[in-house]
Structures are given as C-alpha cells and as structure tokens.
C-alpha cells in the first residue's frame, strides 16, 4: 500500500526532525520544511507570525496523531 508506506516513511522522518535540524543548514532546513508542508500561513500584518500550517498528506496523520499538534497550533520550532 502506497499511502501506509508514505506515512511510515513521514513517521520515521518527523522522529528524527530534531536531530535533523539541528544538524542542518539554512539550505537543508528549508528542504526538509518543502518536504513535510504543503503551505505556511503567516500573518503580515501583526508581527509576522505563523498563524496556520498544512502538511503534506503522508505527514498529515502523523503530525495530528503526536506531539506535533503543537506545531499545528502556530508554536515555533526552535
């Protein structure tokens, strides 16, 4: 199955994006954010904040089914 392959495989990403991130640069940060997320929400107007994120499919039910809500809920990664 296609799909539960790409989860397991986002599942196995999201586990070692602390560690991922740190290692990387600000070339391979953006990299890793094209690969998880479909589109950032920001708003301009009020000190440019995140206000929305949304995932990829794959990443989708791995991001709500963690401690990754967090990051759904406009927190930032540090």
């Known amino acids: 199955m ?32 094209l690969t998880i997320l479909d589109a950032v929400y920001v708003d301009v107007r009020d000190g440019k904040a995140v206000v929305s994120i949304r995932p ?13 809500p967090l990051l759904l809920q406009g927190r930032a990664i540090a």
Request: aromatic residues 4%; without cysteine; charged residues 30%.
């Open 56 to 68: 990829k499919a794959a990443f989708e039910a791995v991001l709500t089914n963690t401690a990754a």
């Open 2 to 33: 296609p799909e539960a392959d790409a989860v397991a495989e986002a599942g196995r990403l999201i586990q070692r994006l602390p560690e991922l991130w740190a290692m990387a640069d600000l070339t391979e940060r953006r990299r890793l954010l």
